[in-house]
């Protein structure tokens, strides 16, 4: 009897501690998604559009970063208003793929998301940007020797990593 009773006791306590760990994983997994749906829900949208227009996972991954970046986690009233997810203005030089603009800082207007994902693909078509880049610095190096942006180079990169980092390794 006492020998049973100690396997009552250790099955017991191996449940009571099985139970524990999956509740704390319970937890974990929910909180955790309702973060990635908290900050990816547009994210989410912009890289699938990314994906379906062509681009590669790794290049989807970089660039929703950089439009996380562009648009203050997509609340910027150029993003809400013009539909810009790059912060892209009116181009004289190149094919580009919008209404116009709308505003007097002469930011691009998109009919939609689908717009402004085909435009930057134009635009780094006509910068020979065309690639898949290994990392968002690489990247970012790239389109700011080509004068893609003014802020300073360290600057750009922290937070297209810092979005990179919310919205693919949450």
């Known amino acids: 009897m006492p020998v049973k009773h100690g396997h009552i ?15 704390w994983l319970l937890l974990t997994l929910i909180n955790r998604q309702i973060r990635m749906n908290t900050a990816n829900d547009t994210g989410k949208k912009v890289f699938q559009l990314l994906c379906d227009a062509g681009f590669s996972v790794s290049m989807a991954k970089i660039l929703t970063a950089q439009a996380a970046h562009e648009t203050a986690n997509f609340t910027s009233s150029v993003f809400n208003n013009n539909n810009n997810l790059f912060g892209m203005r009116i181009s004289h030089l190149r094919k580009q793929d919008s209404l116009g603009d709308t505003d007097k800082d002469s930011y691009a207007n998109y009919s939609s998301l689908s717009q402004s994902v085909s435009d930057i693909g134009l635009y780094l078509k006509a910068r020979k940007l065309d690639q898949v880049y290994n990392s968002c610095d690489d990247y970012v190096d790239a389109i700011h020797k080509k004068g893609y942006f003014e802020a300073p180079v360290n600057e ?4 297209v990593n810092r979005f990179y980092k919310i919205y693919f390794n949450a």
């Open 9 to 23: 006791i250790w099955h017991g306590q191996a449940l009571f501690l099985l139970c524990s760990v999956l509740w």
């Open 156 to 159: 750009y990169k922290k937070e």
